[in-house]
């Protein structure tokens, strides 16, 4: 079965083409036989692999001849032998051998092999294809082996037992579900196993990896991750159906292709009848079908049940394991969907919830009501859904538990159906608003947070919905997670406003509004909203969520204001709390904030990574992984981005991707990901997440929305686009709010860039109105940063040095050298080298305008290309090297070989990790696994009863042993070397 192999690629495959031809050419002596029978299931690829290891094959210099069988019995003797030999003398241009390959189907042509002459013609056709090899190795290719006739079938003995008496290989294909009862082609598989040289290979369906490639190969782009899950799932791996499924979605075709259907159908109707209805059974059930369960709904006899199960697993239909009977192909399940009448289809179901009901192991609610609901008695699978949605909830399954309050809504509005016996199942009861309520807070949860919002919209209108001041609550948390900040601080204000809210609602709407400023860079604010939060909370029994929203922020605050080592412990004390509690939202909220103060404002870059994977790792096990986990992982890649380590955040930003977030969350991990991008020079890729990113904020986004326009002026600039620049640092400082003197910072710095690089270029007109804002606002960012904590004031001067120096470049046209290097040295300092390696361009630059110290530039260029090159940064290496050649500076860049590619994708395997750390001692062990957990060095020597100095020396002599420079680098190898 193959589908346009002309156009489809073979994926997946090439260490099995590899092994095949070592098989069958490389590793046959001369005078010796080999074979590789390839079996498989219909369309697994064997036709297309057969075509490719031949190419392999004679272009290793072996002579090959390929036929096919056809489904005519002993018709046609010996007839993919003769279609093979024809196929040759029509290629063929050297006289000797196309008058061998003659005189060998003369042969076929007056012999017809009997009984009594078969041994003879056996003998000729092995002295014929000798001739025709001409002392070449002879490879024979056979497809469709299931229906070779008893001729060749005898000649392929003949020929395998090394009867012929020179080199010949067989490769050929077998359909597996044909091989069944007493097909003749089994014994002589049976006896060819015998030989040392003939090898059996079941080909197996692709993986995911290969799925994704063939079906983006078909399509002409990648799926996207939902319709590529799709696609995975009804296809099995199976190439030819995945070609179909692929072709159908790029041509926008809907539901299964009539291909398809009649392939499938026709190996489901090939069954016998007992067969036929165990595999109806198994596609109606939810997998996997235990064998207990499948006997209750079929209704076979043992016996007749474990023979029909073994038929249907033979023809390529089911496959069996311990815990039960799964299709092969979920398309088989959408196939016979459409073969049963409707009433068929509802008793079988019933059968199966009867059975489930009266079984005395723990019912399973989901199956339960996923069977009533399409036996037609909505009124009996509502409570299994509500009981599956408890538990999914229980365990900290939200997705799954939205799914099943999902249904429980569906179930409460569906009309019940006529029973088999002409009577009305019992009506459907249920309290539509606690269904509200529960789906919408599962939907919140699991980031699914446009449905949240509608479903609370629902519970508003009903009259039996929740007092008001906790519906503003609720729909402040939905807008907040959507990433729709300037609404949602709205509704938590008139919670407060409202005289009619309960003390505990009012501590409730203080601790997330708290949070909220916190999230939007108002960091006086958020403090005082935090102390009026905790003031509540200590007004009413058991509110510890309020009082770890609230001393999260507020320990954030007074780290970012007053002082950090203060607001430190408050926040850990916060993250104590949190773990004691034992709430989801707690726990990843104070990991969220102690994160955000280490990566972001204290500069304290490796532990925060640190801590931004660990408290990852741990709302991933409390079910938060769309959600929280993601926001924690786009912290960490931002931190990985500072330190320089862009190939590694490339990695976490990707896998947290996996889990396509929304609304905020998106939001965060899009902007990390367009960080990266903007540095590696990919415009198209940021342009596209930047437009994601202004779409969702586009419902009010605050938070957000100076994160964005730093990187829009970012990217603008390495297009040459300065007016472009301008115009987002402008709205920026027009629309912002923050306290946060670093991103304001950060922000003037652009804005100052852009107009001393549209000076230098000449493309567009300074703006000296816009020169003159940004002075003062480097003047507020100056006096206020005076105020903040010594860690902020640290980070915010060397933003301010690099304003200080593109001033320069705008008042001379050239730019100081000394502001240049001191920006360089702060950033050297602050252990970022994107910016350090930046600065020591321009300080070239200007070195180069006075035409002085040029040996110094020189030196300046190569240190900052080299820096570049290992990021990956291919904008600044370009301006670096464009600067270099109009000076002739060499940069004495390191043979292409040597050097990291312009944008690194994945890592060079590494050695064991394992390995790795035998060069530690017991004790060095300890302390790295102590740093892994983001312990500082004074709680390790707490912990490990050791002085503060004495763990400085062990992570030093670690540090050198492993050769890594930072703590995020040493925890990453002690993480690998932990058994799964």
């Given at each position: 079965?193959?589908?346009?192999?002309?156009?489809?690629?073979?994926?997946?495959?090439?260490?099995?083409?590899?092994?095949?031809?070592?098989?069958?050419?490389?590793?046959?002596?001369?005078?010796?036989?080999?074979?590789?029978?390839?079996?498989?299931?219909?369309?697994?690829?064997?036709?297309?692999?057969?075509?490719?290891?031949?190419?392999?094959?004679?272009?290793?210099?072996?002579?090959?001849?390929?036929?096919?069988?056809?489904?005519?019995?002993?018709?046609?003797?010996?007839?993919?032998?003769?279609?093979?030999?024809?196929?040759?003398?029509?290629?063929?241009?050297?006289?000797?051998?196309?008058?061998?390959?003659?005189g060998?189907l003369?042969?076929?042509?007056?012999?017809?092999?009997?009984?009594?002459?078969?041994?003879?013609?056996l003998?000729?056709?092995?002295?014929?294809?000798?001739?025709?090899?001409?002392?070449?190795p002879?490879?024979?290719?056979?497809?469709?082996?299931?229906?070779?006739?008893?001729?060749?079938?005898?000649?392929?003995?003949?020929?395998?037992?090394?009867?012929?008496?020179?080199?010949?290989?067989?490769?050929?294909?077998?359909?597996?579900?044909?091989?069944?009862?007493?097909?003749?082609?089994?014994?002589?598989?049976?006896?060819?196993?015998?030989?040392?040289?003939?090898?059996?290979v079941?080909?197996?369906?692709?993986?995911?990896?290969?799925?994704?490639?063939?079906?983006?190969?078909?399509?002409?782009t990648?799926?996207?991750?939902?319709?590529?899950?799709?696609?995975?799932?009804?296809?099995?791996?199976?190439?030819?159906?995945?070609?179909?499924?692929?072709?159908?979605?790029?041509?926008?075709?809907?539901?299964?292709?009539?291909?398809?259907?009649?392939?499938?159908?026709?190996?489901?109707d090939?069954l016998?009848?007992?067969?036929?209805?165990?595999?109806?059974?198994?596609a109606?059930?939810?997998?996997?079908?235990?064998h207990?369960?499948?006997?209750?709904?079929?209704?076979?006899?043992?016996?007749?049940?474990?023979?029909?199960?073994?038929?249907?697993?033979?023809?390529?239909?089911?496959?069996?394991?311990?815990?039960g009977?799964?299709?092969?192909?979920?398309?088989?399940?959408?196939?016979?969907?459409?073969?049963?009448?409707?009433?068929?289809?509802?008793?079988?179901?019933?059968?199966?919830?009867?059975?489930?009901?009266?079984?005395?192991?723990?019912?399973?609610?989901?199956?339960?009501?996923?069977?009533?609901?399409?036996?037609?008695?909505?009124?009996?699978?509502?409570?299994?859904?509500?009981?599956?949605?408890?538990?999914?909830?229980?365990?900290?399954?939200?997705?799954?538990?939205?799914?099943?309050?999902s249904?429980?809504?569906?179930?409460?509005?569906?009309?019940?159906?006529?029973?088999?016996?002409?009577?009305?199942?019992?009506?459907?009861?249920?309290?539509?608003?606690?269904?509200?309520?529960?789906?919408?807070?599962?939907?919140?949860?699991?980031?699914?947070?446009?449905?949240?919002?509608?479903?609370?919209e629902e519970?508003?209108?009903?009259?039996?919905?929740?007092?008001?001041?906790?519906?503003?609550?609720?729909?402040?948390?939905?807008?907040?997670?959507?990433?729709?900040?300037?609404?949602?601080?709205?509704?938590?204000?008139?919670?407060?406003?409202?005289?009619?809210?309960?003390?505990?609602?009012?501590?409730?709407?203080?601790?997330?509004?708290?949070?909220?400023?916190?999230?939007?860079?108002?960091?006086?604010?958020?403090?005082?909203q935090?102390?009026?939060?905790?003031r509540l909370?200590?007004?009413?029994?058991?509110?510890?969520?309020?009082?770890v929203?609230?001393?999260?922020?507020?320990?954030?605050?007074?780290?970012?204001?007053?002082?950090?080592?203060?607001?430190?412990?408050?926040?850990r004390?916060?993250?104590?709390?949190?773990?004691?509690?034992?709430?989801?939202?707690?726990?990843?909220?104070?990991?969220?904030?102690?994160?955000?103060?280490?990566?972001?404002?204290l500069?304290?870059?490796?532990?925060?990574?640190?801590?931004?994977?660990?408290?990852?790792?741990?709302?991933?096990?409390?079910?938060?992984?769309?959600?929280?986990?993601?926001?924690?992982?786009a912290?960490?890649?931002?931190?990985?981005?500072?330190?320089?380590?862009?190939?590694?955040?490339?990695?976490?930003?990707?896998?947290?991707?996996?889990?396509?977030?929304?609304?905020?969350?998106?939001?965060?991990?899009?902007?990390?990901?367009?960080?990266?991008?903007?540095?590696?020079?990919?415009?198209?890729?940021?342009?596209?997440?930047?437009?994601?990113?202004?779409?969702?904020?586009?419902?009010?986004?605050?938070?957000?929305?100076?994160?964005?326009?730093?990187?829009?002026?970012?990217?603008?600039?390495?297009?040459?686009?300065?007016?472009l620049?301008?115009?987002?640092?402008?709205?920026?400082l027009?629309?912002?709010?923050?306290?946060?003197?670093?991103?304001?910072?950060?922000?003037?710095?652009?804005?100052?860039?852009?107009?001393?690089?549209?000076?230098?270029?000449?493309?567009?007109?300074?703006?000296?109105?816009?020169?003159?804002?940004?002075?003062?606002?480097?003047?507020?960012?100056?006096?206020?940063?005076?105020?903040?904590?010594?860690?902020?004031?640290?980070?915010?001067?060397?933003?301010?040095?690099?304003?200080?120096?593109?001033?320069?470049?705008?008042?001379?046209?050239?730019?100081?050298?000394?502001?240049?290097?001191?920006?360089?040295?702060?950033?050297?300092?602050?252990?970022?080298?994107?910016?350090?390696?930046?600065?020591?361009?321009?300080?070239?630059?200007?070195?180069?305008?006075?035409?002085?110290?040029?040996?110094?530039?020189?030196?300046?260029?190569?240190?900052?290309?080299?820096?570049?090159?290992?990021?990956?940064?291919?904008?600044?290496?370009?301006?670096?090297?464009?600067?270099?050649?109009?000076?002739?500076?060499?940069?004495?860049?390191?043979?292409?070989?040597?050097?990291?590619?312009p944008?690194?994708?994945?890592?060079?395997?590494?050695?064991?990790?394992?390995?790795?750390?035998?060069?530690?001692?017991?004790?060095?062990?300890?302390?790295?696994?102590?740093?892994?957990?983001g312990?500082?060095?004074?709680?390790?020597?707490?912990?490990?009863?050791?002085?503060?100095?004495?763990?400085?020396?062990h992570?030093?002599?670690?540090?050198?042993?492993?050769?890594?420079?930072?703590?995020?680098?040493?925890?990453?190898?002690?993480?690998?070397?932990?058994?799964?």
């Open positions: 079965m193959a589908s346009d192999v002309d156009t489809a690629p073979l994926v997946g495959r090439a260490d099995t083409v590899a092994a095949l031809r070592s098989a069958l050419l490389d590793d046959v002596a001369p005078g010796q036989t080999a074979a590789v029978f390839l079996t498989g299931e219909s369309g697994v690829g064997k036709t297309r692999l057969l075509a490719e290891v031949g190419e392999r094959l004679r272009d290793g210099g072996a002579l090959v001849l390929t036929g096919a069988c056809l489904d005519i019995g002993d018709a046609s003797p010996l007839h993919p032998v003769r279609q093979a030999l024809r196929r040759l003398d029509a290629d063929l241009t050297e006289a000797r051998t196309s008058s061998a390959v003659r060998l003369q042969v076929f042509d007056e012999e017809t092999p009997g009984p009594d002459g078969a041994g003879a013609l003998e000729r056709v092995s002295r014929g294809l000798h001739l025709v090899a001409a002392g070449r002879l490879v024979l290719v056979l497809d469709d082996l299931q229906w070779v006739d008893r001729s060749t079938r005898q000649l392929l003995l003949y020929l395998l037992a090394g009867l012929g008496d020179h080199q010949l290989s067989v490769l050929a294909a077998i359909r597996a579900e044909s091989l069944q009862g007493a097909h003749p082609l089994r014994r002589v598989l049976t006896e060819l196993r015998r030989l040392r040289s003939v090898r059996v079941d080909l197996a369906p692709l993986d995911r990896a290969g799925t994704d490639e063939l079906a983006a190969a078909i399509a002409g990648p799926l996207p991750p939902e319709a590529a899950d799709q696609l995975w799932q009804r296809s099995g791996g199976n190439p030819f159906v995945v070609e179909e499924l692929a072709r159908d979605l790029r041509d926008g075709h809907d539901g299964l292709s009539d291909t398809l259907r009649e392939v499938f159908l026709g190996r489901v090939a016998p009848q007992a067969a036929h209805a165990v595999v109806h059974a198994v109606a059930g939810v997998e996997p079908v235990e207990w369960l499948l006997a209750q709904v079929v209704r076979l006899p043992e016996d007749q049940l474990i023979e029909a199960v073994r038929e249907a697993v033979a023809h390529r239909l089911l496959v069996g394991a311990d815990d009977y799964r299709l092969r192909h979920r398309l088989v399940a959408e196939v016979l969907a459409h073969e049963l009448l409707p009433a068929e289809r509802a008793a079988l179901h019933r059968r199966y919830a009867e059975t489930l009901t009266s079984a005395t192991a723990e019912l399973h609610q989901a199956r339960l009501a996923h069977h009533w609901r399409l036996a037609g008695e909505p009124a009996r699978a509502l409570p299994a859904a509500m009981a599956a949605a408890r538990e999914a909830e229980r365990l900290h399954g939200y997705a799954e538990a939205h799914r099943h309050w249904a429980a809504l569906s179930l409460a509005d569906t009309p019940p159906a006529v029973l088999p016996d002409g009577g009305r199942p019992e009506p459907v009861e249920a309290d539509r608003a606690e269904l509200l309520t529960h789906a919408a807070e599962s939907a919140h949860h699991c980031g699914e947070h446009a449905r949240a919002l509608a479903l609370l519970l508003a209108a009903d009259k039996a919905g929740p007092p008001t001041c906790a519906l503003h609550i609720r729909r402040a948390r939905y807008l907040a997670a959507a990433g729709r900040s300037a609404p949602a601080e709205a509704e938590y204000r008139q919670v407060l406003a409202a005289a009619d809210c309960t003390p505990r609602e009012r501590a409730t709407a203080a601790a997330h509004l708290a949070e909220l400023l916190l999230h939007l860079g108002r960091y006086a604010e958020a403090g005082d935090a102390r009026e939060a905790l909370a200590a007004e009413v029994e058991g509110a510890a969520s309020e009082v929203l609230a001393s999260a922020a507020l320990g954030f605050s007074e780290a970012y204001l007053e002082d950090p080592d203060a607001g430190l412990a408050v926040m004390r916060a993250l104590d709390t949190a773990e004691r509690s034992g709430r989801p939202e707690d726990v990843a909220c104070a990991y969220l904030h102690l994160a955000e103060l280490l990566t972001g404002p500069n304290i870059l490796e532990e925060g990574v640190v801590v931004a994977r660990r408290g990852a790792e741990r709302v991933a096990e409390l079910g938060l992984g769309r959600t929280w986990e993601t926001r924690l992982l912290i960490a890649t931002n931190g990985l981005f500072r330190v320089g380590q862009w190939a590694e955040a490339e990695k976490v930003v990707a896998a947290a991707l996996r889990h396509r977030p929304s609304g905020a969350d998106a939001v965060e991990l899009l902007l990390a990901r367009c960080r990266l991008s903007v540095g590696y020079g990919d415009v198209e890729a940021s342009d596209r997440d930047l437009e994601a990113v202004a779409t969702v904020l586009a419902g009010g986004g605050a938070r957000h929305v100076l994160p964005m326009l730093i990187l829009r002026a970012g990217l603008a600039m390495w297009q040459g686009r300065h007016d620049a301008r115009q987002a640092v402008q709205r920026g027009t629309e912002s709010r923050s306290d946060d003197v670093i991103v304001l910072a950060t922000l003037a710095w652009h804005g100052l860039r852009a107009e001393a690089e549209a000076s230098a270029s000449r493309t567009v007109e300074v703006d000296p109105n816009a020169v003159r804002r940004l002075r003062e606002v480097v003047e507020r960012v100056t006096r206020k940063s005076g105020n903040a904590g010594a860690p902020v004031r640290y980070v915010a001067d060397a933003f301010l040095a690099l304003c200080a120096a593109e001033l320069s470049r705008l008042d001379d046209g050239r730019g100081d050298p000394e502001l240049w290097a001191r920006a360089a040295t702060e950033w050297d300092r602050r252990n970022h080298p994107y910016p350090a390696a930046y600065s020591r361009l321009r300080q070239a630059e200007a070195l180069l305008a006075r035409r002085s110290r040029v040996a110094t530039a020189g030196k300046l260029l190569r240190q900052a290309h080299q820096t570049a090159q290992a990021l990956g940064a291919v904008p600044l290496s370009e301006e670096i090297r464009t600067l270099a050649g109009r000076a002739r500076v060499p940069l004495e860049e390191a043979p292409a070989a040597a050097r990291p590619a944008r690194p994708r994945a890592a060079a395997p590494a050695a064991s990790a394992v390995d790795e750390l035998e060069v530690l001692t017991a004790r060095e062990r300890e302390v790295l696994a102590a740093v892994a957990e312990l500082t060095n004074r709680e390790i020597g707490q912990r490990l009863f050791i002085s503060e100095r004495t763990i400085g020396v992570v030093s002599h670690i540090f050198d042993k492993l050769q890594v420079r930072t703590r995020v680098q040493a925890s990453a190898i002690f993480l690998r070397s932990r058994p799964e």
